[in-house]
């Protein structure tokens, strides 16, 4: 079993700046792809960010410049630096990894509980 704990959301102004944090637990072979969802009220969930098992990253068009995506490979651990935050960045963000077990032969999604940002004046 494989655990995602979420940290960093919160309250910042407009221009301002968070980094959220994911870290997984438990038993993982290899990590094929980490990235971030979010979703705002009254609105589909979107993925804002991803970073994939060979490094490369792929952004939503509206966070391109403003948003990063990195990873940590020996603490299993998926960042998002977000600059320049805009009241339409408020959402619940929820981190996300497709992992291979140690134990098992395929691969298999985890979701994080999701963290709170806030962008308001």
């Known amino acids: 079993q494989v655990q995602l704990v979420e940290s960093g959301g919160g309250l910042v102004q407009p221009g301002g700046s968070l980094r959220l944090s994911c870290g997984a637990s438990?038993?993982?072979?290899?990590?094929?792809?980490m990235g971030w969802y979010r979703q705002a009220p009254g609105k589909q969930r979107e993925l804002a960010a991803a970073?994939?098992?060979?490094?490369?990253?792929s952004y939503l068009d509206s966070v391109k410049g403003r948003f990063t995506i990195s990873r940590d490979n020996v603490k299993n651990t998926v960042y998002l630096q977000m600059n320049s935050l805009k009241p339409e960045d408020t959402a619940v963000y929820y981190c996300?990894?497709?992992?291979?077990?140690?134990?098992?032969?395929?691969?298999?999604?985890?979701w994080g509980q999701g963290t709170q940002v806030t962008v308001s004046s």
């Open positions: 996300y990894f497709r992992v291979t077990l140690a134990t098992k032969s395929r691969g298999d999604d985890y």
């Open positions: 438990g038993s993982i072979f290899s990590i094929h792809v």
């Open positions: 970073i994939s098992g060979d490094g490369r990253t």
